[in-house]
């Protein structure tokens, strides 16, 4: 049998212990604050990389971009994938046997309708997004194109 009794174990003291509690909550407090400003989609910027893959979505069902078929990208593209209060522009380039193509810079206006006037480049603020994709041309031939995504702010 032991010779120890209950009254003869350690306690903490009530300050040591508040002290204690009150340093765990400023950690947590902090490290909040800290992953905050690190996670994406939690600042300001245009939601760049986001919109481009909604984009590439609608336009590369099965992973293909068909440019027979979609000769025209707006139609593709469903007008609920794109981030409301933004511009977005979306561009498709690709060769074919008579050099570069492109199928047409498609601009959407903030509310998500097609600019008519916006077919331009984009403005030197937007952000842009430039990613390979495949293109087939014809059946049985596919060609490596881009697709280029800019998002900015009115």
Same mark, same amino acid.
């Given at each position: 049998m032991s010779s120890w009794s209950?009254?003869?174990? =350690?306690?903490t003291e009530p300050i040591a212990a508040l002290f204690a509690v009150v340093l765990v909550a400023i950690a947590i407090t902090t490290y909040g604050g800290v992953l905050t400003e690190l996670l994406p989609g939690q600042s300001d910027r245009a939601p760049t990389d986001a919109t481009a893959e909604r984009?590439?979505?609608?336009?590369? =069902?099965d992973g293909v971009y068909d440019a027979g078929?979609?000769?025209d990208p707006s139609g593709a593209i469903d007008h609920s994938v794109l981030p409301r209060g933004f511009s977005v522009?979306?561009?498709?380039?690709?060769?074919?046997?008579?050099?570069?193509?492109?199928?047409g810079r498609v601009v959407y206006t903030p509310d998500g309708n097609t600019d008519a006037y916006g077919s331009g480049e984009p403005p030197e603020r937007a952000d842009v997004l430039v990613r390979p994709i495949p293109v087939r041309i014809a059946p049985g031939v596919v060609e490596s194109g881009r697709l280029s995504v800019a998002v900015w702010k009115r």
């Open positions: 209950r009254c003869d174990r =350690g306690q984009v590439w979505d609608e336009l590369g =069902g078929t979609l000769s522009s979306v561009d498709v380039t690709y060769r074919t046997g008579d050099g570069r193509k492109s199928d």
